[in-house]
């Protein structure tokens, strides 16, 4: 199986700044990587779509880019909405293994 | 607009047995493979099932293998798993979500809100 690593496993950000989320796959998965955004008590969002490709509606202040095995989701200008958790996924090869989560909290 | 929704989830006792169902609508079904995801009570997400969307491929987490089955009725928009010999570790929120495209590995877009599984004596 594929493992994905993120990091950090938690961040804090204050509304205005710009972060970024890595995800690290065990082996190399071309751009088959997805990020989604959940929040409590709620369905999981998808944000991103090969590695690098914005689901419709999402904002353009989101952006991942990558290839290979390492990854990374930026936010920029972070808005109050954005404070959640976020997860990457491998849709390379089953099993499709998520990462363990990033929890965005506010500063 | 695309709607997923989950129905069936309850109380089991281990060993038991449970089929979850989503419905789906907004879209072709058949032009999109589906899958079931879960989320344990404060952890993260496992990909536990897919299917393509003719019916003809599936696939399942070694934690499910063989006493999971998923399935799809095309003539109702709907994709079921069939939950046997359930364990308490099976308990979690189960989400339904949707490929971009009916074969594999073309990405989630959709999702359900959810149906919460609790394995428990």
């Known amino acids: 199986d594929i493992q994905m690593t993120q990091s950090p496993s938690s961040l804090s950000a204050s509304v205005g700044d710009t972060v970024t989320i890595t995800c690290r796959a065990s082996?190399?998965?071309?751009?088959?990587l997805a990020w989604f955004q959940q929040k409590p008590g709620k369905a999981p969002k998808s944000l991103i779509f090969?590695?690098?490709t914005l689901q419709n509606g999402v904002p353009s202040r989101f952006g991942g880019s990558g290839s290979g095995t390492d990854f990374t989701l930026t936010i920029f200008n972070l808005q109050p909405e954005d404070f959640a958790t976020y997860y990457c996924?491998?849709?390379?090869?089953?099993?499709?293994?998520f990462g363990q989560g990033t929890n965005l909290e506010i500063k | 607009e695309v709607q997923l929704l989950e129905s069936g989830g309850g109380l089991v006792q281990p060993g038991g047995y449970l089929r979850l169902s989503c419905a789906a609508s907004?879209?072709?079904?058949?032009?999109?493979?589906m899958n079931w995801v879960r989320q344990a009570p404060g952890k993260g997400l496992e990909w536990v099932s897919s299917?393509?969307?003719?019916?003809?491929?599936?696939n399942y987490a070694d934690s499910v293998k063989g006493r999971f089955t998923i399935s799809r009725d095309n003539s109702k928009n709907t994709v079921y798993l069939q939950m046997d010999s359930l364990r308490a570790e099976d308990t979690a929120t189960y989400y339904c979500?949707?490929?971009?495209?009916?074969?594999?590995?073309?990405?989630?877009?959709?999702w359900g809100p959810g149906a919460l599984v609790t394995v428990s004596s």
């Open positions: 299917i393509s969307g003719s019916g003809g491929s599936s």
């Open positions: 907004g879209f072709t079904f058949t032009s999109s493979a």
């Open positions: 090969a590695a690098a």
């Open positions: 996924q491998q849709y390379y090869s089953s099993p499709y293994t």
């Open positions: 082996q190399g998965i071309s751009n088959y």
């Open positions: 979500a949707k490929e971009r495209g009916a074969n594999f590995r073309t990405a989630f877009d959709d």
